[in-house]
Structures are given as structure tokens and as C-alpha cells.
């Protein structure tokens, strides 16, 4: 659906290959560490669940245009993110992210489910690059935006060892 689980299978058989000690290894002081980054998309799944529940109580229909989300995993383009999705150490071990990354996918399904395709396409709020996507898009994004920072996480783990 959406090309999410595809995406998320990568990131999941790249965190098989990672050890307890390089997932908290940070390679320098400024950036994070491959569990820092889990715990970011978690916390970014979890708040794209939230907003699109918010959409769809609250918002009015709107029709937006098709974005080109390919393009979230052009690293060139650096984007801080907001303070609520920054990693705060709530994940200690690679089996506790990976449990509440299974957790927000979780969510993500279940409320993607439970709505019917027009509602879904017809609902929609911003993002911080792209504009409005409708909530179809923001599922989409998820996908991008893990394989962004699976790239990331590979980055990480080549420079810790």
C-alpha cells in the first residue's frame, strides 16, 4: 500500500545487519545515531497518524496537486526537524524501535483502512516542503521519507566503523 511496507522492509533488513552498540554509536557529536533516527521516524509516523485524524475530523475537502515525493530522499536538500520530532532517547535497545516502528505502522493501516479512498483524497494539510498533500500523499511520504533516512543510517554505520 502505497509503497510503505516495500520501504520499510529495506529499512528493516538494514537494521538486522546492526549491532545494540553501532545503533547508539553517534559519529560525531552533531548528528544522530542510527537508533536516534529510528526513534525520529517513529515519532514522525506517529505524528503523520495524528495530523491525518485531525484532517479528517476536522478538515475541509480540498483537492491538491500531486507532489514529487521521490525527491524526499535527495539528501542534498538538508531539513532540520522540528523539535517534537527529535529523538529525546525514548529507545535503548534495536528490538524497542523496531517495536514502536510496528506500533505507528500499525496505526498507519489501521486508519487507512478505516477510511474510504475520496475521504482520503480529499482531506489534506501541509507539508513543510511540498505543500498540502492530501492524506494518500502523506502515507506515501512515510515511505520516502524512511528510505531518506535508511540512506542516513548507512551513512551512520560506514563512518562509526
Do not use: C
Not at 50 to 58: L, R, V, W
Not at 134 to 145: A, D, S, Y
Request: aromatic content about 8%; cysteine-free; overall charge negative.
Amino acid at each position: 500500500m502505497y509503497g510503505i511496507e516495500e520501504k520499510r522492509n529495506e529499512l528493516l533488513a538494514f537494521v538486522e545487519e546492526v549491532s545494540n552498540e553501532e545503533a547508539r554509536t553517534k559519529p560525531d557529536e552533531n548528528s544522530w545515531s542510527i537508533l536516534e533516527v529510528l526513534e525520529h521516524l517513529y515519532l514522525m509516523e506517529q505524528m503523520i497518524v495524528h495530523q491525518m485524524n485531525q484532517a479528517i475530523k476536522q478538515g475541509d475537502e480540498q483537492q491538491v496537486n500531486e507532489k514529487p515525493l521521490h525527491k524526499t530522499t535527495n539528501r542534498d536538500y538538508k531539513v532540520e526537524a522540528p523539535q517534537p520530532l527529535k529523538p529525546k532517547g525514548e529507545f535503548n535497545t534495536l528490538e524497542e524501535a523496531k517495536k514502536g516502528l510496528e506500533h505507528t505502522r500499525e496505526a498507519t493501516y489501521f486508519l487507512v483502512h478505516n477510511k474510504d479512498k475520496e475521504t482520503l483524497q480529499n482531506r489534506a494539510f501541509p507539508h513543510p516542503s511540498f505543500g498540502d498533500l492530501n492524506l494518500e500523499q502523506w502515507v506515501e511520504f512515510i515511505g520516502w521519507h524512511e528510505l531518506r533516512h535508511l540512506d542516513q543510517m548507512k551513512e551512520t554505520k560506514a563512518h562509526i566503523q
